[in-house]
C-alpha cells in the first residue's frame, strides 16, 4: 500500500474509491452567510414594546440579501439556515430593567424567542439575550428581521446597545443545507 500526499487546494473528477469505483454526489459547503451588528447605539426605543434593530454594520454578505432600507435580510438562495441573534437593551437607570428579549421574525412572524425575566428582582441597565435555531427558507423573497423588547421598572435612555457600549447586538445567518 502506498500513501498519496496531495498539493493544491482542490481536486476535480471522480474520485477513486477504496474498491475501485468512482465516488461521487460529494458536495462542497454552502459558503452563504451573513453577519451585521449594531456599531452606532440605537437610541429612541420606546419601554414596553417589541422594536426592529436597526442593524447598521454589515459585516459579511456572500449573497448581496440585505436590504438596508428595510433593515432586513431577504433569502436569494432557498434551503436551510441557521439564525442566531442577540439584542443587548440598555436602560440607563440601574437595576431597573424588568424584561429583555431577542426576538428573530421571517416575514413578519415571530420565530424564535429568548427574554430575561427580571420582575421580581431586577436586572442591571444592560441585559442580552440571545436565541437562535434553524428555519427553512422556501422562497426566494422570504425575510429575517431581528427585533428586540425592553421592559424596564424605571425606563430612563432606553437603546439597543452595540459596540460603542462594548456589548454586542447582532443577527448571523448561515445557509446548511
Known amino acids: 500500500m502506498s500513501l498519496i500526499k496531495v498539493k493544491g487546494s482542490s481536486i476535480t473528477g471522480a474520485l477513486a474509491a477504496v474498491d475501485g469505483s468512482a465516488l461521487t454526489g460529494i458536495t462542497s459547503s454552502t459558503n452563504t452567510y451573513f453577519h451585521a451588528d449594531l456599531t452606532t447605539e440605537h437610541t429612541g426605543i420606546s419601554d414596553n414594546t417589541v422594536t426592529k434593530v436597526n442593524l447598521n454594520n454589515i459585516q459579511f454578505d456572500t449573497l448581496s440579501s440585505w436590504d438596508s432600507s428595510n ?89 439597543f446597545a452595540g459596540t460603542p457600549s462594548g456589548v454586542q447586538t447582532s443577527l448571523t445567518i448561515i445557509r446548511i443545507a
Open 71 to 159: 433593515k432586513r435580510w431577504i433569502s436569494t438562495t432557498t434551503g436551510k439556515y441557521y439564525v442566531s441573534g442577540i439584542v443587548n437593551c440598555y436602560n440607563g437607570n440601574t437595576s431597573n430593567m424588568a424584561i429583555a428579549s431577542t426576538q428573530i421574525k421571517k416575514n413578519g412572524s415571530t420565530l424564535f424567542v429568548s427574554h430575561l425575566d427580571w420582575r421580581n428582582n431586577y436586572g442591571g441597565y444592560s441585559n442580552a439575550s440571545e436565541v437562535s435555531g434553524i428555519v427553512d427558507m422556501t422562497n426566494t423573497t422570504d425575510y429575517i428581521e431581528l427585533f428586540g423588547y425592553p421592559f424596564a421598572n424605571s425606563a430612563s435612555g432606553l437603546k
